[in-house]
């Protein structure tokens, strides 16, 4: 049955409304109560450092040369859009609960992985310009890499009960994901100038190293439901951090080497 609460002024209220504005002088006008936004400061900590880095990004642009300029823009979007992802779980949003194969429950962060297709292929852009490597080769990884996010992606939002399905997934993401590194740690490196060579050992090597601990985050948290959320926000959050922010800082920290690379563009 639906509960009725009438207020001192007479008015007849629905629903579950356990006060009245005190301050109303009895005036029996209710109070429409709900409960307030909590902010995981993990999340906001990430979102302040990406949201600086990519103004810091676009302000430095003006300095450089037109050309050199390609490099700050990627670097500023790649920040800016992991930020506005940032902010958006610091909210609460993009975010669903999956039921998993014990009849547990968590929390997945989609939006994270809308941030990855977005991000990841432009970082990926921003070292394959630096290398000097063909556009064909380029392209062709960042493809790779974008089947790679879709994989991690699929596995838990489409088969979050189903381990088999997930699994597969995630190991035909694995399958797009190794020839990205090889790329980025073996076939790019070879093509760098001397001019660039050090400066781009310095921004990929670390890439290669972040990289490679996703999956292994993945599979704790998506996958085996081993690792708390708590835990995998912070995990998700310093590798995001470094491998967006630190990464990019890192690139365009030489000037000379990303000027050389510019002009070959």
């Known amino acids: 049955?639906?509960?009725?609460?009438?207020?001192?002024?007479?008015?007849?209220?629905?629903?579950?409304?356990?006060?009245?504005?005190?301050?109303?002088?009895g005036g029996g006008a209710p109070i429409a109560t709900?409960?307030?936004?909590?902010?995981?400061?993990?999340?906001?900590?990430?979102?302040?450092?990406?949201?600086?880095?990519?103004?810091?990004?676009?302000?430095?642009?003006?300095?450089?040369?037109?050309?050199?300029?390609?490099?700050?823009?990627?670097?500023?979007?790649?920040?800016?859009?992991?930020?506005?992802?940032?902010?958006?779980?610091a909210f609460g949003g993009g975010a669903q609960v999956l039921t998993l194969?014990?009849?547990?429950?968590?929390?997945?962060?989609?939006?994270?992985?809308?941030?990855?297709?977005?991000?990841t292929p432009l970082l990926l852009l921003d070292l394959g310009?630096?290398?000097?490597?063909?556009?064909?080769?380029?392209?062709?990884?960042?493809?790779?890499?974008v089947m790679m996010v879709l994989s991690g992606l699929a596995g838990p939002v489409f088969f979050a009960g189903e381990p088999v399905a997930k699994w597969a997934l995630f190991g035909l993401g694995m399958a797009w994901l190794f020839p990205v590194?090889?790329?980025?740690?073996?076939?790019?490196?070879?093509?760098?100038?001397?001019?660039?060579?050090n400066t781009y050992r310095a921004a990929a090597y670390p890439t290669l190293a972040l990289?490679?601990?996703?999956p292994a985050v993945w599979a704790a948290c998506e996958g085996l439901n081993v690792l708390s959320e708590e835990w995998e926000v912070l995990a998700?959050?310093?590798?995001?951090?470094?491998a967006k922010a630190?990464?990019?800082?890192?690139?365009?920290?030489n000037h000379r080497a990303v000027d050389h690379a510019a002009r070959m563009l």
């Not at 740690?185 to 093509?191: A, F, I, L, N, Y």
């Open 129 to 145: 310009l630096l290398a000097g490597a063909p556009l064909p080769s380029v392209l062709a990884v960042m493809g790779l890499d």
């Open 246 to 253: 630190g990464v990019s800082a890192v690139l365009l920290a």
């Open 181 to 197: 590194l090889h790329a980025v740690g073996s076939r790019w490196p070879s093509m760098a100038t001397a001019q660039v060579f």
């Open 34 to 89: 709900s409960e307030p936004l909590t902010y995981d400061p993990v999340l906001l900590g990430a979102f302040c450092v990406l949201f600086c880095s990519a103004f810091a990004f676009y302000a430095t642009a003006a300095q450089r040369p037109d050309k050199a300029r390609v490099f700050h823009f990627l670097s500023c979007t790649v920040t800016g859009v992991a930020a506005i992802a940032y902010l958006v779980m």
């Open 1 to 25: 049955a639906r509960e009725m609460s009438e207020g001192a002024g007479g008015a007849v209220v629905d629903g579950d409304v356990s006060s009245l504005d005190a301050a109303s002088g």
């Open 101 to 119: 194969e014990d009849g547990s429950t968590r929390t997945f962060f989609y939006v994270r992985y809308a941030d990855w297709l977005v991000t």
């Open 236 to 242: 998700y959050a310093v590798l995001d951090v470094l």
């Open 211 to 214: 990289w490679a601990a996703y």
